[in-house]
């Protein structure tokens, strides 16, 4: 065997291990489980809306987060609406972006309601995992990828109710959490809730812009729960002609981090230039 031929013979098998171990990370990264127990029990409430406040024929009647600090996961609620034959075809589809590389996505359900019965959609053989370079072609690779389901037998006046955790933080920000709770639809949702789970004593950093809903909290001997909840939630008119960084929907900001100079602080350490010694720094000092 020629040298040009063991060299084709390596990068095949190196190739091949690596592709073995890609496709292992991601079904490791997929899979399926029953909702935590931590989770806040909320029952669907709002009005329906009419047809004018939504677009592509389907609209959310219910959306709930719920962020558990100590668990480092989120959990995600959604129900759609099916309302005209354009949305079976608009809203038959259910898809979560992460990185595999620290976040792990469960599904907990996957229902269609119809005529006041239930159909179990949750498979997660069907599921199919791509990556989700948006900016490949200016070759950045930010590591995302979805996990995708487009439901099948989708009919009008379906209900679509799913819901899933992500659990998993980015190690680079040294367990400190920060995150935007924002109170802006494109569409109708009839009803929206948020809720931050926490130990008791752990410091969080909440400010307000353009009016949210009033957050409350309920304290048990442990835990602290702050809760945002909002019914018939309509989309605010998007204005033209104004700055990138301008915002006149309301939104929340929490963070760990106590000030500024706490986030300059733990930045700094992402930067720092080591000491050159040896033959670079003689090339240097020349």
Same mark, same amino acid.
């Given at each position: 065997?020629?040298?040009?031929? @063991?060299?084709?013979?390596?990068?095949?098998?190196?190739?091949?291990?690596?592709?073995?171990?890609?496709?292992?990370?991601?079904?490791?990264?997929?899979? $399926?489980?029953?909702?935590?127990?931590?989770?806040?029990?909320?029952?669907?409430?709002?009005?329906?809306?009419? %047809?004018?406040?939504?677009?592509?024929?389907?609209?959310?009647?219910?959306?709930?987060? *719920?962020?558990?600090?100590?668990?480092?996961?989120?959990?995600?609620?959604?129900?759609?609406?099916?309302?005209?034959?354009?949305?079976?075809?608009?809203?038959?589809? #259910?898809?979560?972006?992460?990185?595999?590389?620290? /976040?792990?996505?469960?599904?907990? !359900?996957?229902?269609?309601?119809? /005529?006041?019965?239930?159909?179990? *959609?949750?498979?997660?053989?069907?599921?199919?995992?791509?990556? *989700?370079?948006?900016?490949?072609?200016?070759?950045?690779?930010?590591?995302?990828?979805?996990?995708?389901?487009?439901?099948?037998?989708?009919?009008?006046?379906?209900?679509?109710?799913?819901?899933?955790?992500?659990?998993?933080?980015?190690?680079?920000?040294?367990?400190?959490?920060?995150?935007?709770?924002?109170?802006?639809?494109?569409?109708?949702?009839?009803?929206?809730?948020?809720?931050?789970?926490?130990?008791?004593?752990?410091?969080?950093?909440?400010?307000?812009?353009?009016?949210?809903?009033?957050?409350?909290?309920?304290?048990?001997? @442990?835990?602290?729960?702050?809760?945002?909840?909002?019914?018939?939630?309509?989309?605010?008119?998007?204005?033209?002609?104004?700055?990138?960084?301008?915002?006149?929907?309301?939104? %929340? *900001?929490? !963070? /760990?981090?106590?000030?500024?100079?706490?986030? $300059?602080?733990?930045?700094?350490?992402?930067?720092? #230039?080591?000491?050159?010694?040896?033959?670079?720094?003689?090339? %240097?000092?020349?």
């Amino acid at each position: 065997m020629n040298l040009i031929s @063991k060299l084709v013979k390596k990068l095949y098998l190196l190739f091949s291990f690596t592709t073995i171990v890609c496709f292992e990370v991601l079904a490791a990264s997929v899979g $399926v489980s029953p909702a935590p127990s931590w989770v806040v029990p909320v029952i669907p409430a709002g009005k329906s809306p009419s %047809v004018k406040d939504f677009a592509d024929g389907y609209y959310f009647s219910f959306s709930d987060m *719920q962020v558990n600090l100590e668990k480092k996961t989120t959990y995600y609620r959604s129900i759609k609406n099916i309302v005209t034959e354009s949305g079976i075809q608009n809203g038959s589809e #259910i898809s979560v972006i992460f990185d595999p590389s620290y /976040e792990k996505v469960n599904f907990h !359900t996957i229902t269609i309601w119809r /005529e006041g019965k239930s159909v179990n *959609q949750l498979k997660i053989s069907d599921f199919k995992v791509m990556p *989700q370079e948006t900016d490949r072609q200016r070759f950045i690779y930010n590591g995302n990828y979805s996990a995708s389901l487009v439901l099948k037998d989708i009919r009008k006046g379906d209900r679509i109710e799913f819901s899933y955790s992500v659990s998993g933080w980015n190690s680079v920000f040294q367990n400190k959490y920060s995150g935007i709770f924002s109170f802006s639809t494109y569409d109708y949702i009839s009803h929206v809730h948020y809720a931050i789970i926490s130990e008791n004593g752990r410091f969080l950093n909440f400010k307000d812009f353009n009016k949210p809903p009033v957050k409350t909290l309920k304290k048990s001997a @442990k835990s602290s729960i702050y809760e945002w909840d909002i019914k018939n939630l309509k989309n605010i008119p998007f204005e033209e002609h104004t700055p990138s960084w301008f915002y006149n929907y309301p939104y %929340v *900001q929490v !963070t /760990e981090f106590r000030s500024w100079k706490e986030v $300059v602080d733990w930045g700094l350490q992402l930067y720092q #230039i080591p000491e050159i010694s040896g033959e670079l720094k003689a090339k %240097v000092d020349l």
